[in-house]
């Protein structure tokens, strides 16, 4: 990645340690087999540019706490072959970023790969350098990684999709995408942008679930029933998108590791334009994110990609979508990322964070080595009114509580998992209700 590529968030987070980060993205900026429109080789950069103009507070939370590093882009130079071997090795380096030394084996010659794809590395504890934190982070050498490709055309996912399989072993894939991708061979080669999702089912054996296809070809169409796999149309997501549920929509036998790969052009043309293939009637902007949030429920999000944007000349408002997309999904991964066997948090010394890898989680501080809690969950903080004779009226996205003598009411909002110590003590002088 050149001097002139940002990282992810650039404009908010400070570098930091490479090991102290959840999220690691990789551009991978490949482009060879786009069979409509061009340009989705200037996908990474452009999200990554308009990330710089996102807030880091989303309206729920501060993903950025989990710390983001963004490597340099992958060599996209040869064939389909090379190019999905150094996209694995990527990958497989950044998981490795998550421990406190490289895994056994021949260490120098990982620490020569990692240093030519990823950047310098040190030598004697294998950590990198050049890593986004919104705080003076000192995070445990074990913070479970997240690796979150930029593409680049889609043909870029199969190099994830290898590198967690010889890692992580059997996990199940999310796609959200327009078109199936499941062509065993398109325009002369099997590394096409249309045959990925082929390729992992066949190659790789992963299960597939798939979200919001309205176009395949009738070799798809057959394949997906000899293969039994298993989705839901545009209608059907549209449908459990207005459910107000936290349950997921998958099928019971659907791995409990997932990995989530985002074509852009799920989303409806209207809002995303900036595609190599556009198809009118796809998703909307709350209901993808809906539809995301409900399919991690209660599983481990093992890593997730955003891809086949093709920034149109002038127009910066998909760039942005796209960017904003990257760090809704970031945060929605943070409760269903889950540790590695072993692993720990340890906290930003001025700061706070998510500590707990549940739904429900509370803020917690760490000071002189001790992790104390200083803050509450929405559902303790309900419980808490009740025990003081509030009532409670259920709203679509909030509660409404009322005092024992009908002379107060405040709105909880059930979006937002955890309370922390600032608004509690605004809710205490509103309640007269001890809560922390």
């Known amino acids: 990645m050149d001097a002139d590529t940002p990282r992810f968030l650039e404009s908010e987070l400070a570098p930091a340690p490479a090991h102290a980060c959840r999220f690691h993205v990789i551009p991978v900026p490949y482009e060879a087999t786009t069979s409509y429109g061009r340009g989705t080789a200037q996908g990474p950069q452009a999200v990554l540019a308009a990330s710089n103009q996102l807030e880091t507070w989303n309206g729920h939370g501060i993903p950025a706490a989990a710390g983001i590093y963004t490597r340099p882009a992958v060599d996209v130079q040869g064939g389909p072959e090379d190019v999905l071997e150094r996209i694995e090795k990527a990958v497989l380096c950044t998981l490795d970023s998550g421990s406190e030394a490289l895994p056994p084996g021949d260490r120098e010659e990982q620490h020569a790969d990692c240093a030519r794809n990823n950047g310098p590395i040190d030598t004697e504890s294998g950590r990198r350098d050049t890593v986004s934190v919104p705080f003076n982070a000192e995070s445990s050498p074990t913070l479970p990684v997240v690796p979150v490709l930029l593409g680049g055309e889609h043909t870029v ?46 190659d790789l054996n992963l299960p597939l679930f798939q979200i919001g296809v309205r176009s ?102 998909p760039d942005y979508t796209a960017a904003r997309l990257v760090y809704e999904i970031m945060g929605l991964t943070l409760p269903h990322a889950g540790p590695w066997p072993g692993a720990k948090y340890l906290l930003p010394a001025s700061g706070r964070m998510p500590l707990d890898n549940a739904r429900n989680f509370a803020f917690y501080s760490a000071h002189d080595g001790q992790v104390r809690r200083i803050g509450v969950t929405v559902k303790e903080l309900i419980n808490k009114l009740k025990d003081a004779g509030w009532t409670f009226r259920e709203g679509v996205n909030h509660t409404v509580g009322i005092s024992p003598d009908g002379a107060r009411k405040t709105v909880v909002n059930r979006r937002s998992e955890d309370v922390g110590p600032e608004t509690l003590r605004s809710l205490e002088r509103q309640t007269g209700v001890k809560l922390s």
Request: include cysteine; hydrophobic fraction near 40%; glycine fraction near 10%.
């Open 157 to 202: 996912t199969l190099g994830a999709l290898r590198a967690l399989k010889n890692r992580c072993g059997d996990f199940g894939i999310i796609q959200f995408d327009a078109h199936a991708d499941l062509r065993d061979s398109y325009d002369g080669t099997p590394y096409s942008h249309a045959c990925v999702m082929r390729r992992a089912v066949d």
């Open 216 to 317: 395949l070809s009738r070799e798809e169409h057959v394949f997906r029933l000899t293969r039994r796999i298993r989705g839901l149309n545009v209608g059907e997501a549209e449908d459990e998108a207005r459910r107000h549920s936290g349950s997921s929509f998958l099928p019971s036998d659907f791995p409990g590791k997932i990995y989530v790969t985002f074509d852009v052009d799920v989303l409806d043309a209207s809002l995303m334009p900036a595609t190599g293939t556009p198809e009118p009637g796809g998703l909307l902007w709350r209901q993808v994110l809906a539809l995301v949030e409900r399919a991690l429920a209660g599983r481990v999000c093992l890593g997730f990609d955003v891809v086949e944007l093709a920034p149109l000349p002038g127009m910066h408002a």
